[in-house]
């Protein structure tokens, strides 16, 4: 990347953020006028050693010597009449005795007298005291207005000031809070992007039309207005932003959709033209507007009507794109993982010209996410990113690198200098089903968890082709379930067959069967297995067209747009075709459920032998499960991980059951072997 600076950008950026003054200035101001207006409004006879006297007591002083040279002013008054003054200053305290107290050092009082001095005692006062000029009639005035104006002044600095640098809101509400970023702070390019190569092609066109226009103009090519980045939650979207900004050799603005929306009318269309404004003095730029289905959603789906203050906002936004003063030079770029709710005309060419879509990676590119974060962690020797990338189909760009953060934090725990397999074998477990758990659960209890996954590792071991092998059965609670089956695809699923779908439906339906033949009764247990079925079924019926109803999709689901949620469903068919729909839905289900009982019932001794290795060993591995259906019995032995006993207070013994509970049930990631791949919950 060039270090070369754009001449473009030698006129100052202010970021997008409103003029600001020092507030050591604004504690100036205080000081100032909290100093005047005490002054100001002090009454002279307030406190304990102050002396008020009438004229006479004060020629008086003045003749006893108690009115040194000096210590007083005399000032004319003329609210007093001609000869009026009023008087202020030090004397000697009138309780002072100067022949009984030789030795003391007479103290000195506050005094202040007000009236008319005659004529033979002016002269003598004004021999002693100071007499101050007669202040005018403007002077007066002033000084009695003086407080107010200092008031005044400060509220017009901080309102009326504020008002005239943001030009359009009080407070600056109408400026744009786009942010300028700076290479030096934010140096990413499409080095630290991995995963979606084809949304970096898509956007480094961009970034090399800004470097070389002429490359593209002169066979009557021109630059894309906007380019919108789809994709699921953690693709790397924002990542993919920033490393354009990296790229480029343009100014680059980041802001939020949120940032738009206020609760003043007119503010978030203020800041829309504010924000074209800063790009067209600083193009050719590029701005960035991360979430912008915040602001973009389609009209007339609010409350309010055409006076929304989010359509409003959304309107501005649709004319500075592609308007009558069309913005020459300031490229969008915004991020959704919504685009089904945005407004028609904000995707239409000539505003997002381009809709580049980042979906969750591959195999390829899921190792490749892995190789560009474990740059930041010490990981052991053994580790084998390939391999972490087959366990983890499904995972996004956050996820991978949540992953590799939560196996390091589980390695430091242990006091290990290194993340190994088994750390990032339990992180996923971790963050795919939750945290093991130590629920208090009595005989009865384990026994019934036992044969619920025993049933389910059973049913799938059985019907699975080799696609779908079981990966670790445990009876550890992990987050809302007591008990797991992990299954371990064996690549990235990307279409479901029938035979397959009718398969998971039989496997979802064991723990609830061997529950019915071992306990004779059925518990309440199986209610998350029977929301998955159910569903499954239903789209195999309603959407995928898999049963003698045909290839029709009954009851479309529509995109609430305003509440962001999906809606009922249309009612296109007949109430005869729902009855229709409800009973094979339910043809699928029951069938899926008296398959699986006979499979356990056939299988029996190898259901009773998995359920009597779960009680004992609480975790068994999938090569395990293998070896009780083919030969009646484990042979592989039970990898358990060696106790370290994390550094800790003798008086905090949370974490040590932590560690207890890891080295007893923590996951043999190596004995799955080449059948590894992202878990799913059984």
């Not at 505003?351 to 580049?356: A, E, G, H, K, L």
């Not at 590799?404 to 993340?419: C, M, Q």
């Amino acid at each position: 990347m060039s270090s070369q600076q754009n001449p473009q950008q030698k006129e100052p950026v202010n970021n997008g953020q409103p003029e600001r003054f020092n507030p050591k200035v604004l504690l100036i101001f205080l000081v100032i006028i909290s100093a005047i207006i005490g002054l100001w409004f002090a009454q002279p006879g307030a406190g304990s050693n102050h002396e008020r006297l009438t004229i006479s007591e004060l020629v008086q002083a003045v003749k006893d010597g108690q009115i040194e040279q000096g210590d007083g002013v005399m000032k004319p008054d003329p609210s007093l009449g001609e000869a009026g003054y009023i008087v202020a200053g030090k004397m000697l305290n009138p309780k002072y005795d100067a022949n009984l107290s030789d030795a003391s050092v007479p103290q000195k009082v506050q005094f202040s007298a007000e009236g008319r001095l005659l004529e033979k005692d002016f002269d003598l006062v004004r021999a002693v005291l100071k007499e101050s000029r007669r202040s005018t009639a403007f002077q007066d005035i002033l000084i009695s207005f003086l407080p107010f104006l200092l008031i005044i002044g400060l509220l017009y600095f901080l309102f009326v000031r504020q008002l005239k640098s943001a030009g359009k809101g009080a407070m600056s509400f109408g400026k744009s809070k786009a942010k300028m970023l700076t290479r030096d702070k934010d140096a990413l390019t499409f080095k630290d992007v991995a995963g979606c190569d084809e949304a970096k092609e898509e956007v480094s066109e961009v970034v090399d039309f800004l470097k070389d226009p002429k490359k593209f103009q002169r066979i009557g090519g021109r630059i894309p207005k906007g380019v919108l980045m789809m994709g699921p939650p953690g693709t790397g979207k924002t990542l993919l932003a920033k490393a354009v900004a990296g790229e480029a050799e343009v100014p680059f603005f980041s802001i939020s959709g949120s940032d738009f929306v206020e609760m003043f009318v007119g503010v978030g269309a203020a800041r829309v033209r504010d924000m074209f404004e800063q790009g067209r003095k600083n193009a050719p730029c590029i701005v960035f507007i991360d979430e912008i289905d915040a602001v973009g959603r389609q009209r007339g789906a609010g409350v309010g009507g055409g006076n929304d203050e989010r359509e409003q906002t959304l309107n501005s936004l649709l004319v500075e794109m592609d308007g009558f003063d069309g913005h020459e030079g300031v490229i969008i770029i915004a991020a959704t993982n919504r685009p089904d709710v945005l407004d028609s005309a904000l995707l239409r060419p000539g505003r997002f010209d381009r809709q580049v879509t980042i979906d969750l990676p591959d195999l390829n590119g899921r190792s490749e996410i892995l190789m560009v974060h474990a740059k930041k962690f010490a990981l052991s020797e053994e580790v084998n990113l390939e391999h972490v990338a087959r366990n983890t189909p499904g995972f996004s760009g956050a996820d991978l690198a949540n992953l590799l953060n939560e196996g390091a934090l589980i390695a430091a725990r242990y006091n290990k200098d290194a993340v190994e397999m088994n750390d990032l074998d339990e992180a996923r477990d971790k963050i795919s089903f939750g945290r093991e758990r130590r629920k208090l659960m009595d005989d009865e209890d384990r026994k019934i968890t036992a044969y619920h996954e025993a049933g389910h590792a059973l049913i799938q071991a059985v019907v699975d082709d080799g696609h779908l092998p079981v990966h670790k059965v445990t009876i550890i609670p992990r987050g809302q379930s007591l008990g797991s089956t992990m299954f371990m695809p064996k690549k990235d699923l990307l279409n479901h067959s029938k035979r397959r779908l009718l398969n998971q439906i039989c496997t979802g339906m064991g723990g609830r069967s061997a529950e019915e033949i071992v306990m004779g009764d059925i518990t309440s247990g199986a209610s998350g297995d029977i929301r998955m079925v159910t569903s499954t079924a239903r789209h195999m019926v309603c959407d995928w067209g898999m049963t003698d109803l045909g290839p029709i999709a009954y009851g479309e689901s529509q995109n609430h747009a305003y509440m962001g949620t999906m809606s009922a469903g249309s009612n296109n068919f007949s109430e005869e075709t729902a009855q229709k729909i409800d009973k094979t839905i339910y043809d699928i289900v029951q069938k899926q459920y008296l398959r699986s009982l006979d499979i356990l019932n056939e299988h029996r001794a190898a259901l009773d032998t998995m359920a009597e290795a779960l009680l004992e060993h609480e975790t068994i591995d999938g090569i395990h499960v293998k070896e009780i259906l083919e030969h009646g019995e484990m042979r592989s032995p039970i990898v358990k991980r060696e106790i370290i006993e994390p550094e800790a207070e003798p008086e905090e013994d949370s974490d040590e059951g932590v560690a207890k509970q890891a080295d007893e049930d923590g996951d043999q990631g190596d004995l799955a072997g080449e059948e590894a791949a992202a878990p799913s919950p059984a």
